[in-house]
């Protein structure tokens, strides 16, 4: 067990109906105007804008819209958010949708508050040291960014998807109603299970110190987003399995499972990141097709992890057998498992093996291990033909 600190000030409150409760939330925490941020059109289709608002108004919160926020989230509505945000004075952000709109509304949480480029936090130049206060209604159990720290954004002129994290950005509580992700389309729900996966998996291949109790938590959520995501395909109704998939989502990505473990990395959200940003793919589809292809090059690293993951997750007793079955799992549920699936020529790997090299793995230290000779190796198993 490695030595560890932990600590996660979000608050959740999960159930039915529990979005009717944002208006008292904020009166309760003092907040008097806040920046409203949502998506494209999914909260007024399910009738949510229309209660939120309410809620606002029955509790005397002025409000100021930011709407249009795309997936993959882009750095100049961030900073169209961040000038309302000090234009009208508010003090706290209201984010409504799935993992874009509130990793937007942490972005501009931080530049609210700051004299500085934004970006330049995403750039690792200075350090978040304050932002505003953030609360969330969540629409689409994903990316755990309800419970954590961390924003994703694209910087559309340069081509980079970056991220930030910081104890300032956690929002301060998040409403988690799993009756607003009965509308979540098929598609969506595949890549949200994807990276519920990915999010535990990634630590759990490459720690160097791998306590039983993480792997544990670890095969808890994975073989939860397996079975939940099963019964949703089956029947996108079914309350329950909606209801546990969101939690078990949450807890895959707010720092439950990490604790004990050295030396993980997001190998697998690094070259992710720049599949989403420079073909614009969903987060969750760019990560099913790097993951079959990072853990078969990756495999002989770390073996006992991979035989474990096979025995205790599909009940098979190989690490390449394992591997199949999760890649076959990513493809029943429709994510695309090769880069020809998701629309990428063969002919781009130099230039996304450079473009990973030249960005997140530069930032986050991992350009000595993973050069672009390594991406090459892990893009071209990401081919069609390859591990079936
Ligand atoms: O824009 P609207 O109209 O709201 O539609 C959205 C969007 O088209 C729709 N949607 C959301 N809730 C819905 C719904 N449709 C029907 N019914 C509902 N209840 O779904 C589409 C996708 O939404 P999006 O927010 O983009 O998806 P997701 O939650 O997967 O977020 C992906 C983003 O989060 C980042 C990703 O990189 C990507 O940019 N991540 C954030 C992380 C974090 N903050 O911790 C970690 C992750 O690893 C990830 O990188
Ligand atoms: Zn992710």
Known sequence: MYDFEFHNPTKIIFGKGSHHKIGEVLKKD????????????????????????????????????????KPNPVLSHTKEGIEKAKRYKVDAILSVGGGSVLDEGKAIAVGAVSDVDVWEYFLGKREITKALPNYTILTLAATGSEMNGYAVITNEETQEKLSIGSIHTFPKVSILNPELTLTVPTSYQAYASVDAIAHVIEW???????????????????????????????????YDARAEFMWTATLALNGITRPGYKDGVYINHMIAHSLGALYDLPHGACLS?????????????????????????????????????????????????????????????DKIANHVYNTTAKIWGLDKIYTPEKLKEILYLALRSNIE
Request: include cysteine.
């Open 30 to 69: 003092g907040v008097k105007k806040v920046l409203f941020v949502y998506g494209q059109s999914s909260i007024k289709k399910i009738g949510l804008y229309d209660d939120v608002v309410k809620s606002l108004i029955d509790n005397g919160i002025e409000f100021i819209e930011h709407g249009g926020v």
């Open 204 to 238: 759990y291949f490459t720690c160097s110190v791998c306590p039983n109790i993480s792997n544990l938590l670890v095969e808890s959520v994975v073989k939860s987003v397996i079975d939940t995501t099963k019964r949703i395909l089956k029947n996108p109704q079914d």
């Open 289 to 349: 097709i790097v993951i079959p292809a990072w853990m078969w090059w990756y495999k002989d690293k770390n073996p006992s992890q991979f035989e474990r993951f096979a025995r205790q997750i599909f009940g098979l007793s190989s690490k390449e057998e394992g591997i199949k079955a999760l890649k076959k799992f990513f493809k029943e549920i429709g994510a695309p498992v090769s880069l020809q699936d998701g629309g990428i020529p063969s002919s781009d790997i």
